[in-house]
């Protein structure tokens, strides 16, 4: 009985997610080819299916055969159970919320990020405001739903990060930044400063596209499976076996948006494009959580990407590329300007050291909005604040401050702070690498990455949900999650570039 209930759970999981796929797909052309025009229409092709996908989730009949399934689920780390244990959680999600309200944020939150995308635009927070208004007060409805007494918050943070607390975020913030306060201040106080001007001269975006796969492909990611365009906020959509989406923007004048956030991007899509195929729509093809995920992203393009053993090999072929811009300039200055510690407004454009600070007040700013009430009114005159407060000195203009993330539009609210846990999680996975793959630095000088991909995806990728962030954190490293690998890498990188 049991295996026959599995398997039917199996069958109709993975036709849902085939479904899941193709709403992929939808939002993946809605952010780079849809036009405009097409918003309302993509809410309602959206719509309908989140709903289908609700009432499979949600079907009786799959509580009855999770019953049967769960009654002799065997091995707790096994395919079977695994799949099984998350299924029991993914359903009892599901059933707490009305299928009208899954539509209904459906199709106002697909309306959203084209009306947020506008504003950004024309730098008009007003225009948004009232669907930013209605986005919240319906995750706020979600977020009740679901909250079986936890914070509000915690239920939505719970859908993004597995077993994680609001309460435990604010003490490994606190941690992180008052770790790295003094190291910014002793950076600003450096008497050695980049030449940043190195990274504003002419490269035009046809060649920074071609270098940019040439990087993303030497790091391991299959074009073959993938792809690269253009969007408005970079994205990785992972739609299916070997259909790996990756994207960024260009700017003419600003080498490192485009580039970096093609290694970020490209990092996501090695996560994606390493899950096991033959568990593709299952819990054990699946990645675990966003936090791990972004400590991939931020794993190649910081610990990877901005290494000076990393520009040792590919400076060269950059020169090439852009002879005319780079022509006058060492390969130690570039590996400085990269690397250099500038409080920016933009938070993908953020060094290393001061992106955190970012992330703090985001989660701030939507705690606020889920637990304190804070009225969409009020959210450009707090951001600004806040961000005085953090960087000490005003945002000119909306598009550079509450307008320029795009998670809100979508209704991701829980979402930002799994950036931090994702450089938390990188640091802490590269420190084990070092010590478990050889002299990854000897291997990057050399143009070597399958090694350390490799490594990663037996480590990470092909574990599925395998465990929980926390628990693969203990399962890869040996230790619980801890903010001092991060801390060690910054200091000592950053006390050797601006010799502190």
């Known amino acids: 009985?049991?295996?026959?209930?599995?398997?039917?759970?199996?069958?109709?999981?993975?036709?849902?997610?085939?479904?899941?796929?193709?709403?992929?797909?939808?939002?993946w052309d809605e952010r780079t080819y849809m036009p405009r025009g097409g918003s309302s229409h993509r809410g309602d092709q959206l719509?309908?299916?989140?709903?289908?996908?609700h009432s499979r989730m949600t079907d009786p009949d799959v509580g009855r055969l999770l019953e049967d399934a769960e009654a002799n689920a065997g091995y707790p780390l096994s395919p079977e159970a695994v799949n099984t244990r998350h299924w029991r959680r993914f359903y009892d999600r599901q059933t707490k919320l009305p299928k009208e309200l899954v539509e209904e944020i459906a199709r106002v939150t697909?309306?959203?990020?084209?009306?947020?995308?506008?504003?950004?635009?024309?730098?008009?927070?007003?225009?948004?405001?009232?669907?930013?208004?209605?986005?919240?007060?319906?995750?706020?409805?979600?977020?009740?739903?679901?909250?079986?007494?936890?914070?509000?918050?915690?239920?939505?943070?719970?859908?993004?990060?597995?077993?994680?607390?609001?309460?435990?975020?604010?003490?490994?913030?606190?941690?992180?930044?008052?770790?790295l306060v003094p190291l910014v201040e002793a950076i600003g106080n450096a008497d050695s400063k980049p030449d940043l001007g190195i990274l504003h001269r002419d490269y035009a975006e046809d060649r920074q596209e071609s270098f940019g796969k040439m990087a993303a492909e030497a790091i391991g990611f299959d074009f073959e499976s993938g792809r690269l365009d253009v969007t408005t906020h970079p994205f990785c959509s992972g739609l299916g076996p070997r259909d790996t989406r990756i994207t960024t923007r260009?700017?003419?004048?600003?080498?490192?948006?485009?580039?970096?956030?093609?290694?970020h991007e490209a990092g996501h899509g090695l996560y994606d494009q390493g899950l096991d195929s033959d568990h593709w729509g299952m819990p054990m093809g699946e990645a675990v959580s966003l936090g791990i995920h972004e400590s991939q992203s931020r794993m190649w393009e910081n610990f990877v990407g901005r290494s000076a053993s990393f520009w040792s090999y590919f400076y060269p072929k950059l020169k090439e590329v852009f002879p005319e811009a780079l022509s006058d300039v060492a390969v130690e200055d570039f590996v400085f300007a990269v690397n250099g510690v500038r409080p920016s407004t933009i938070r993908v454009e953020a060094d290393e050291i001061t992106y955190n600070l970012h992330i703090l007040l985001r989660f701030e700013m939507e705690l606020a909005l889920i637990e304190e009430d804070l009225s969409v009114d009020d959210v450009p005159s707090l951001w600004n604040e806040k961000f005085k407060m953090y960087f000490g000195f005003e945002i000119?203009?909306?598009?550079?401050?509450?307008?320029?993330?795009?998670?809100?539009?979508?209704?991701?609210?829980?979402?930002?702070?799994?950036?931090?846990?994702?450089?938390?999680?990188?640091?802490?996975?590269?420190?084990?690498a070092r010590e478990e793959v050889g002299d990854l630095d000897a291997q990057f000088e050399a143009g070597e990455f399958e090694p350390l991909k490799s490594w990663l995806t037996e480590k990470i990728y092909r574990q599925g949900m395998r465990y929980l962030p926390a628990e693969l954190a203990v399962e890869v490293t040996g230790k619980p999650l801890s903010h001092e690998p991060l801390v060690n890498h910054l200091t000592t990188k950053y006390s050797g570039l601006y010799g502190l």
């Open 47 to 53: 719509a309908l299916l989140a709903g289908i996908i």
């Open 396 to 432: 000119e203009n909306d598009t550079d401050g509450c307008l320029q993330d795009i998670h809100w539009s979508c209704g991701g609210i829980g979402y930002f702070p799994t950036y931090t846990l994702g450089n938390l999680y990188g640091a802490q996975f590269f420190d084990t």
């Open 250 to 263: 260009y700017d003419r004048n600003e080498l490192n948006q485009a580039f970096f956030g093609i290694l």
């Open 110 to 179: 697909t309306v959203g990020q084209q009306a947020w995308s506008d504003a950004r635009e024309k730098n008009d927070y007003a225009s948004f405001k009232p669907t930013l208004g209605e986005i919240v007060k319906l995750k706020k409805e979600e977020a009740s739903a679901l909250s079986d007494g936890r914070g509000r918050y915690d239920a939505l943070l719970d859908d993004y990060e597995p077993g994680e607390t609001s309460e435990n975020l604010k003490q490994v913030f606190k941690d992180l930044r008052d770790a």
């Open 1 to 27: 009985m049991a295996k026959e209930a599995y398997k039917k759970l199996y069958d109709h999981m993975k036709e849902t997610s085939v479904l899941g796929s193709c709403a992929g797909v939808l939002g």
